[in-house]
């Protein structure tokens, strides 16, 4: 069976004593049945592995550079996430896809070079509204995954977290019905038996992002395909992400 996995997705918000103040309330007032992570912005990620040392918070990064050291002046290497105790990176993210240019290539390298540094991965995928509307969302996803996830092998997989995020469901308060949201997710999951294997496709962790709450986490987690949620905004307070975060399918 497949442990339903929550990840809160920080963006560009919380100076460190914010971070600090989210976290400790999450620890204090939190259970973690389910898997959860959260992924603060770089500057925070020194004090928050600190804080979360011990605990079951798992600690994420939000993107990461294509090189492990070198002149790349503003990047960050998974070299220097990995000594700040970090543990998974989120690859690919929309807001990484489209306002910085990152292709599927440059994401399938950042993919390669994070499994070689034995970090986790959430890797994600989605299609903006245009491509929904142009009836392209099932290829785009699919073609997404096909090269962000190119010369990857069965066995890598198992350290890869799969995030179906639609982009105009991201940060703009509509979500996908849960019915539109697994149909993506089966898809996604097929693609992988192809890929890979039966076996594969049943273990995948498959997550969905866009506007999730804790008024809509039931019924899309209620989803067979789903597998748990990348959040955003919702992530920001405890009284919003607690309840995604120990939601029970
Ligand atoms: C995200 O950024 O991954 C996201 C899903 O954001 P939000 O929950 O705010 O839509």
């Known amino acids: 069976m497949r442990r339903s996995y929550m990840a809160?997705?920080?963006?560009?918000?919380?100076?460190?004593?914010?971070?600090?103040?989210?976290?400790?309330?999450?620890?204090?007032n939190g259970s973690f049945k389910n898997k959860v992570l959260i992924a603060p912005s770089y500057t925070a990620l020194d004090a928050v592995s600190k804080a979360v040392e011990g605990t079951e918070l798992i600690l994420g990064a939000q993107n990461m550079s294509t090189d492990e050291s070198g002149a790349h002046t503003g990047e960050i290497s998974p070299v220097m996430l990995k000594d700040l105790g970090v543990e998974v990176v989120i690859l690919g993210h929309s807001e990484r896809r489209a306002i910085y240019g990152e292709t599927d290539k440059i994401i399938n390298i950042k993919?390669?070079?994070a499994l070689k540094h034995k970090l986790d991965v959430i890797f994600c995928v989605g299609e903006t509204l245009d491509e929904r509307e142009g009836g392209l969302a099932e290829k785009i996803v699919t073609d997404q995954v096909v090269e962000g996830l190119k010369g990857i092998s069965e066995d890598q997989l198992s350290a890869i977290t799969i995030a179906y995020e639609p982009v105009w469901a991201i940060g703009t308060?509509?979500?996908?019905?849960?019915?539109?949201?697994?149909?993506?997710?089966?898809?996604?999951?097929?693609?992988?038996?192809?890929?890979?294997?039966?076996?594969?496709?049943?273990?995948?962790?498959?997550?969905?992002?866009?506007?999730?709450?804790?008024?809509?986490?039931?019924?899309?987690m209620a989803k067979p395909n789903i597998d748990g949620a990348l959040v955003g905004g919702a992530a920001l307070k405890a009284e919003t992400f607690i309840p995604i975060m120990e939601y029970n399918k």
């Open 8 to 28: 809160g997705n920080w963006k560009m918000n919380n100076t460190r004593s914010e971070a600090l103040a989210l976290v400790k309330e999450l620890l204090d």
């Open 111 to 113: 993919v390669h070079l």
């Open 173 to 220: 308060g509509k979500t996908a019905t849960p019915e539109d949201a697994d149909d993506i997710h089966k898809v996604i999951r097929t693609k992988i038996e192809n890929i890979f294997s039966k076996n594969a496709a049943d273990n995948v962790i498959i997550q969905y992002g866009g506007s999730v709450k804790p008024a809509n986490v039931k019924e899309l």
